[in-house]
């Protein structure tokens, strides 16, 4: 299924309104995001690094580790109204203009 960011956060919104909770306060998700990437870095560090798996760990999925730590960003910038797409786009005109000539461009084939 393919998802344009304005569909993801209408999807996150959709599933987060349906609580009487609703969405975590931004200091409560800055927590709830350093959380997740903690447990993506632990998974890369097991998969990739020095620190092998304890016989009794359970793996994990290093993509389902990347959509945690998306569900939280997501619900970060519903709660404060920010549209990503449109953020996204002004980001990568950032890098794109700023970084254009940074690294090495690898020639065409």
Request: hydrophobic share 40%.
């Amino acid at each position: 299924m393919n998802m344009e960011l304005r569909d993801v956060q209408r999807r996150v919104d959709a599933w987060i309104s349906q609580f009487e909770e609703g969405y975590f306060s931004p200091q409560g998700m800055i927590l709830r995001l350093t959380e997740e990437l903690g447990e993506l870095a632990r998974e890369v560090n097991h998969q990739f690094g020095e620190k092998p798996k304890k016989p009794n760990e359970v793996p994990r999925s290093l993509a389902m580790e990347l959509g945690d730590l998306l569900f939280v960003l997501v619900s970060m910038a519903n709660a404060l109204d920010i549209d990503l797409e449109s953020t996204f786009v002004a980001v990568m005109d950032k890098f794109e203009h700023r970084d254009a000539n940074r690294w090495t461009k690898k020639m065409p084939e």
